[in-house]
């Protein structure tokens, strides 16, 4: 049994520490909108936050997070998450999702990327490019994600 405090909830899971986070959010609690995409870390579609930062779900372990908060995009585009809901209404004015696949990822490492920055500073292309890195769009919105996320920071400043 592990405990998970997930979007603000305590969890029980009973699985082996070594299941990835992605596995006990999507199997056990229900939680799908965090996606599998390659399994390695590679695409960034199980994006979830720990602790503040993006991290790749599918391959840390449920033990990796005993004792921290993992936040999904469940809670950042369904609540009354400040960032998550500047990112989300700049995807929506910048029509980025395509197929969608992706999109919850990316909004994740986004949402993580901006809270990280000092308030009202205004990241440069290639700040937001270094943030995105590792974000797989098979559908090539790349310049949508980043005009996004740059509105986004305007929004935020």
């Not at 959010?25 to 995409?37: A, E, H, I, N, S």
């Not at 999702?97 to 920055?117: D, E, N």
């Not at 700040?127 to 797989?136: K, L, P, V």
Request: glycine fraction near 10%.
């Amino acid at each position: 049994m592990s405990a998970l405090h997930v979007n603000g909830r305590d969890h029980t899971v009973d699985a082996d520490p070594g299941t990835p986070i992605l596995w006990a959010l999507r199997d056990t609690l229900g939680m799908t909108g965090t996606k599998f995409g390659c399994g390695a870390a590679l695409c960034g579609a199980c994006t979830v936050h720990m602790d503040g930062q993006a991290i790749r779900s599918c391959i840390t372990p449920i033990a990796a997070a005993e004792g921290k908060k993992i936040t999904t995009i469940e809670a950042v585009t369904g609540g009354s998450d400040r960032v998550g809901a500047a990112v989300h209404a700049a995807w929506v004015k910048h029509d980025v999702a395509q197929c969608g696949y992706c999109q919850s990822g990316q909004i994740m490492s986004a949402t993580a990327f901006l809270q990280s920055l000092p308030k009202g500073k205004q990241p440069s292309t290639d700040e937001i490019d270094s943030a995105m890195a590792g974000n797989i769009c098979r559908c090539g919105t790349y310049a949508r994600i980043r005009a996004a996320v740059a509105d986004a920071a305007k929004t935020l400043a």
